[in-house]
């Protein structure tokens, strides 16, 4: 029960062009191929926006971690403060 063989795609182009006729069938080929080249542009386009919040992500990550180190010292600036 394997995939489509040579003889299932050569039936294919005979029922698409007994469907379509000569004249339409490449203008549907060349739609199809701009369809596909679209959506293989948005799928990119979503993966480098991921691809961008997770470096965004980590970014802001160090930040918030060097504010958690930076309290510490605040804290024992003021320890070392003379009382009044």
């Known amino acids: 029960m394997g995939g489509i063989g040579?003889?299932?795609f050569l039936l294919l182009a005979v029922i698409a062009?007994?469907?379509f006729g000569p004249n339409k069938l490449p203008e549907l080929?060349?739609?199809f191929g701009r369809t596909l080249k679209e959506f293989k542009a948005g799928a990119r386009?979503?993966?480098d926006?991921?691809?961008n919040q997770k470096r965004a992500g980590s970014a802001s990550r160090i930040e918030v971690?060097?504010?958690n180190n930076a309290q510490p010292e605040a804290s024992r600036a003021e320890a070392r403060r003379l009382p009044e």
């Open 65 to 67: 971690s060097g504010d």
């Open 49 to 51: 926006d991921d691809d």
């Open 29 to 31: 080929g060349r739609a």
């Open 45 to 47: 386009d979503l993966m």
């Open 17 to 19: 062009l007994l469907l």
């Open 6 to 8: 040579a003889t299932g």
